[in-house]
């Protein structure tokens, strides 16, 4: 068994090779937090659905 040597007293090699042992893969786990659409809050782009249904045609009163 090898002789325990304290991170500090290691080369600069070792100890980027010791932490990287100790950390820790995320698995299936995504750490970004999704929020749900507020119901009641304001939408610029709901306003504005008349403008593409618009054909953009002529309009004659004869």
Known sequence: MAKFVPLSKMSKKRQKSEAKKNRVDWGNVKP????EKNGKAYERTK???WEDDY???SFFVA
Do not use: P
Request: net charge positive.
């Open 32 to 35: 970004i937090s999704y929020v």
């Open 55 to 57: 054909s953009g045609g």
């Open 47 to 49: 306003i504005r659905h």
